[in-house]
């Protein structure tokens, strides 16, 4: 007997949490993330709302380049607990229709509920009442897609956006995957995508057909998962165990940094973004490690592990501080500060977080 499985994504998640604050917000372009200073800002968005993105701005964006697009978009800073705590309440109605889910990042979870519902038909109606339920309840939307397995789902929930519902039965998943763009599938990055290009690879129907030895002799044992990708194959289990390792954030300066003052005010804001997540759902860590690029590319990481499990914010900071320290000495100007925590141990709440 085959499985059916709900993968729910919150439409513009953030944005929509800001226009449910601000009544004034509707309908116009909204746009979280850094400050636009007019155009001089530095850093990225973060999102943006339906109406910023016909304006062609989207998320990771620099947003210098979102205010050319849209000088007359709404632009607020993000409101991280908010979202957090509204991500919180919407997972914990979905985890009330199956207790088999998985919770892959702040505004997406994986459900099974092939224990709950006759067929996918059935599975529709239950996925319209969770719409139903969290716009009520929340006042944002979601997105959601079903499938014989997670990558399906996935693909589904992604197909119509927002406030979308895409139902792929067992006998649609080929007809569904075939026309997608090989992007679309887990793992397949721009880099991957151009290798693939080369080799006249644009939709997934095209990799279905290529041998699948060839795949492994050009990508290795990932080769191997694309051409089960390629035919809509995924057998992991939706479960919440051995998910999460770590969490953390990274970011790459705009112009390469040689002030050891401006690396520890990012490593502030690197953990003032993630650090939010594990109070709230109540994670305690052992190790902290950070990483570090120059700007010939050079890569390095180091990490201090404490005899005890923490949570304590000024714990990350300074070991991240400390560790960073050795490497600052040498007059080099650095790329890229990561910050990142690990030997998780999981409280009573659920997780909910993003690793970016
Ligand atoms: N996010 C971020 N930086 C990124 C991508 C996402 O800070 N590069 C944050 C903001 C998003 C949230 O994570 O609101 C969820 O990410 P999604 O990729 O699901 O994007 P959205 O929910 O914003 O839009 P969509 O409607 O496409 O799901
Ligand atoms: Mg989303």
Redesign the pocket.
Known sequence: MGRIIMHI?????????EEREHSEYKGKPLI??ADPQEGRGRG?????N?SA?EFGVR??MPISRAWKLCPQGIYVR?NFSL?VKTSHEIMSIVKKYSNKFEQI????IFLDVTDKVSDFEAAGKLAERIKKEILNKEKVTC?IGIGPNKLIAKLAS?YK??YGLTIVGFDDVKRFIDPLPVRKLIGIGPKTEDVLKGMKIETVEQLSKVEVKSLIDIFGVFGYRMHEMSLGIDESEVTEEGEIKSIGRETTFEEDVGTPEIVFAAIDELVDGFHEEIITSNIQFKTVSIKIRFENFETHTRAKTFEFHTSDKEIVRDTAKELVQSFLNIGRRVRLIGVRVSGLKFGEKQKTL?E?
Not at 10 to 15: I, K, N, V
Not at 44 to 48: C, E, L, N, P, R
Request: overall charge negative; glycine content about 4%; proline content about 6%.
């Open positions: 994504d919150l439409d513009a998640f953030y944005a929509s949490v979280v993330g990225v968005v973060a999102t943006a339906y993105r998320s990771a993000p979202y990042s702040i505004d997406e997105s992604d956006k927002p993003r970016v």
